[in-house]
């Protein structure tokens, strides 16, 4: 599989991710 | 004393933050592809003998600068935010992790590794082409992690945290 950072748009798109998945455990957590 | 910490803090936070996070997307979203279209007509020397170094300074001072301003303002709750210890600074302990991650990238990963690639330090040929990928994908990782530690640093205070953790 292709490295998502050799791409910026993989990079951005990672980035994303990374922020949606994040946010949601921290909200589940503050509750 | 809250207006030095707080206040001016916060406002340098910002300041140096935007000088170390503008120069990392300069470098992601134009050096790097313009050296890459140089590479054809060989027409990046300019690039790297003048731009690169005085962009990698700021870059990384402004990298020190911004942890330092960040850890200032967190003063007494430091340790709170980083150990998750109050669900209040879960937001806030995010977005300090992302950029203590990210300013480790630059000064153990990125600057060392750019030396070599400048002609800063000795390097062979075939170390320059290990340490030009290590320098890459660190720049890369924390083009990816920028875009949650903005998430995390403007979620975390005053209206925009009500608006976002309710």
């Given amino acids: 599989m292709k490295n998502p950072l050799d791409t910026l748009w993989g990079t951005v798109i990672s980035g994303l991710v990374i922020t949606f998945v994040l946010f949601y455990i921290v909200k589940f957590a503050m509750q | 004393m809250d207006f030095l910490q707080l206040g001016i803090g916060r406002w340098l936070h910002v300041v140096s933050g935007v000088m170390w996070i503008g120069l990392l997307y300069y470098f992601n979203f134009v050096q790097v592809p313009a050296l890459a279209e140089a590479a054809k007509d060989g027409s990046g020397a300019g690039i790297t003998k003048h731009v690169a170094p005085r962009a990698l300074f700021w870059f990384r001072w402004g990298a ?30 995010v977005g300090a992790w992302l950029g203590t991650i990210m300013f480790f990238n630059v000064w153990v990963l990125i600057w060392p590794n750019q030396k070599k690639i400048l002609g800063m330090v000795q390097a062979s040929d075939a170390e320059k082409a290990k340490s030009r990928r290590i320098a890459f994908l660190a720049s890369r990782t924390n083009t990816m992690l920028s875009i949650p530690l903005l998430f995390f640093m403007t979620a975390s205070g005053g209206l925009f945290r009500t608006a976002v953790w309710g």
């Fill in chain 2, 64 to 93: 020190l600068a911004t942890w330092v301003f960040g850890a200032i303002i967190l003063g007494r709750h430091f340790l709170e935010a980083f150990l998750f210890m109050k669900s209040a600074y879960y937001p806030i302990g």
